[in-house]
């Protein structure tokens, strides 16, 4: 291939990407079309620049290899219909996710690729002779377009060499766009501004440029301040809840105590293990096939305090929407204590569930380690307790740390050996599983040792007969049971399954084996209360005490799901650039490579999932 005709393939592959480039920006305008609320100036700016930016970025990636490509072949046509083909397919796909993102909310993924081909999407899909036919035209206008463009490209500009000013103006044009849309971010998130940070998940592949620990660290700069926290609802893209609470006529509002351990799986609830609350099971409700929303803390604890699935996080946190269940608390005149042993900033479970309390929140106990601060979270809230006002009612969130690695408790309660409390993430591996899983069990002892003085010590105020009190965990944690360490891993049982303690004044202890989820609780907590509005206004859970559990249930993780019932896990990720990962596996979490007919037996499930991600939203 000689000199001149690699300036050609240059020369023509620049100007072929950069009407390319406007067309992209013309299409992804349908995304601003239907995404409501971004009528203020900083979205306005902020979405514009995204735009173009994330437009320009996946044009970058897009570029490298076909300017390879363009300068190692010595074969025009065969170069120029490869540049036609990958344009028009990225263009055709562009189009497919604006019509996914229109009805569903969210951008094409494992599951809708799934969902389109795997055997018997026909039966479920019904797309229709009018949908293939439009996507039939679409397709051949953008070929037709394409071919059009490059051959007027080649002829008009093929031979002609590119101005170093044309070269200069669009190289400083990016980067000053670029720049823009993360600048404009990182300052939105850095102080708060929902108009901005809700808008993060509106092009596919969009990545957020975020500063907090930059300007931490070299700055001195306080992140998360609360009274920084904007949270206008004026132009929300959720529909949550769909319409306000009536509420109960007379309220005879009980206390409500929420214990939550960290990482407290489902099989470490014993006599031996955790003997306190062991002992007060015995008046209790034991949930016995019991799952987390997540499989992470931020989504466990969402779904908990927010009824819905965990995919809406992003959304919810983007938005700083508090949870109804906080809102109806309040108009009821709670009183409220939030203590956690871990920063409640990170999760930023104080720009969600505590968004409308940060006044009530103590989550900065002295000490490095949870074996130090566990204790103190304990005997803060006995000393408010024993200073609250008792004119009202109240509820309290208490968040356990030690059973979260790096597994940590005093020496005293090291019932359990051989154990490993100096854990080394560099070199951990399945031969430390026995060491690990006993100082696992030995933090769930010593925690629960804590959670026996809080039971006591109600106990002695004469509180249960008007408290109710759940004990439960955020997500499980598995030490190489599946193949698995920690969690955030997969979604088996040990990760994701956790013990559900619900003690109801006057109500007799019970053991439920159906189905039931995070969820769950916050319909049960409301109904408890007297609220009598239809659930689903609100949740995606039902009442644990009325409903007959779950044919399946969904957990989330950051950028991934799973469909769980008796028979399989059904593993998919809801990001775009994780579009191949699908799995099922069976109950021992197994992977089953021969899963067709288990996905078309279950697509109506799945289905079902894809309408859910979109419930909450306008």
């Known amino acids: 291939m000689n000199r001149s005709e690699t300036k050609t393939h240059i020369r023509v592959l620049f100007w072929f990407l950069g009407f390319n480039i406007l067309l992209s920006i013309g299409l992804n305008y349908f995304y601003l079309v239907f995404t409501p609320g971004w009528n203020k100036l900083f979205s306005i700016v902020f979405l514009h620049s995204a735009l173009v930016s994330n437009i320009l970025l996946i044009y970058l990636m897009v570029a490298l290899p076909l300017f390879t490509l363009g300068v190692g072949s010595r074969y025009r046509t065969p170069v120029f219909i490869l540049f036609v083909v990958i344009l028009s397919s990225l263009h055709i796909l562009n189009l497919i996710d604006i019509a996914i993102y229109r009805i569903f909310k969210f951008h094409f993924n494992s599951m809708v690729i799934n969902l ?7 039966d479920s899909l019904h797309l229709g002779f009018n949908t293939l036919a439009t996507l039939g035209l679409i397709v051949m206008g953008i070929v037709t377009i394409e071919v059009l463009l490059i051959y007027k ?28 849309d993360k600048l404009t971010f990182a300052i939105a998130d850095l102080y708060n501004r929902s108009e901005v940070t809700r808008f993060s998940k509106v092009f596919p592949l969009y990545q957020p ?27 929300s893209s959720l529909d949550y809840p769909k319409r306000p609470l009536i509420g109960p006529k007379q309220a005879h509002p009980v206390n409500i105590v929420w214990i939550v351990i960290d990482a407290w799986r489902y099989d470490m609830l014993s006599e031996e293990l955790t003997p306190n609350i ?11 096939n019991h799952y987390s929303g997540g499989n992470a803390s931020r989504f466990g604890i969402f779904t908990l305090f927010y009824g819905i699935h965990g995919y809406y996080w992003h959304q919810f946190l983007g938005e700083r929407q508090s949870p109804v269940f906080i809102d109806q608390l309040k108009k009821l005149n709670y009183d409220f204590k939030i203590i956690s042993s871990s920063k409640l900033t990170n999760p930023e479970f104080r720009k969600t569930a505590f968004i409308k309390i940060p006044e009530h929140i103590v989550d900065t106990l002295d000490g490095n380690r949870a074996e130090n601060k566990d204790p103190l979270l304990t005997t803060t809230f006995l000393s408010w307790l024993n200073t609250r006002d008792t004119s009202k009612p109240f509820f309290s969130f208490l968040f356990y740390d030690a059973p979260h690695g790096p597994y940590s408790y005093p020496d005293g309660f090291e019932k359990y050996t051989p154990s490993n409390k100096q854990l080394n993430y560099l070199t951990v591996g399945k031969k430390d599983s026995l060491s690990l899983l006993n100082s696992y069990k030995n933090a769930i002892y010593f925690d629960d040792s804590e959670v026996g003085k809080i039971i006591t010590a109600m106990e002695k105020q004469g509180l249960w007969d008007n408290t109710i009190l759940i004990i439960t965990g955020d997500h499980g944690e598995e030490f190489y049971e599946t193949g698995f360490w920690g969690h955030t891993s997969a979604f088996s049982d040990y990760q994701t399954k956790v013990p559900l303690l619900l003690y109801v004044p006057n109500r ?13 609780l916050v319909p049960t907590m409301l109904a408890l209360l007297g ?6 206004i609100y949740t995606q859970g039902q009442s644990l005490l009325e409903g007959q559990g779950h044919e399946y249930i969904v957990v989330s993780g950051w950028d991934d799901c799973a469909i769980i019932n008796s028979e399989h896990f059904l593993v998919f990720s809801f990001e775009s650039y994780n579009i191949a990962s699908w799995e099922v596996r069976d109950t021992q979490y197994r992977l089953i490579n021969n899963d067709r007919d288990i996905l078309k037996q279950k697509r109506s499930d799945i289905m079902n999932v894809v309408a859910s991600f979109k419930e909450y939203l306008k």
């Open 209 to 235: 440029l975020t500063i907090k620990r930059f300007m931490y660290k070299n700055f001195g700069f306080k992140v998360d301040r609360e009274e920084m926290l904007i949270f206008d609802q004026s132009y």
């Open 116 to 122: 389109i081909f795997t055997e018997g999407a026909k």
């Open 531 to 536: 609220y009598k509005d239809d659930e689903h």
């Open 278 to 288: 062991w002992d007060f099971s015995k008046r209790s409700t034991i949930f016995m």
């Open 153 to 180: 490209v080649f002829h008009r500009f093929g031979y002609k060499p590119i101005s170093k000013r044309i070269t200069t103006a669009a190289i400083t044009i990016s980067l000053l766009i670029v720049s823009t």
């Open 508 to 520: 007799d202890s019970n053991k439920v084996e159906y189905l039931t989820s995070h969820v769950d």
